[in-house]
């Protein structure tokens, strides 16, 4: 790599808003996030699964054949 032209690679702070704050790497010295894996419902658990047979059986009763 030629020298002079690449930005400066420096410890980051990365801070969300649920609060939480971890030291990652970054060009720039620090980033806010709006969500990460402390808050966000696929890692805490807290995702919540469709009734999918519940929205089939709605559907085709809505587009049955009128006998």
Not at 11 to 36: L, Q
Request: net charge positive.
């Amino acid at each position: 790599m030629r020298k002079d032209i690449h930005p400066s690679y420096i410890p980051c702070k990365v801070v969300c808003n649920c609060g939480s704050e971890f030291v990652t790497r970054s060009t720039k010295a620090s980033i806010h996030v709006e969500i990460c894996s402390a808050c966000h419902p696929f890692y805490t658990g807290a995702v919540r699964v469709m009734d999918t047979e519940g929205r089939i059986e709605k559907f085709k009763k809505k587009y049955a054949k009128k006998a």
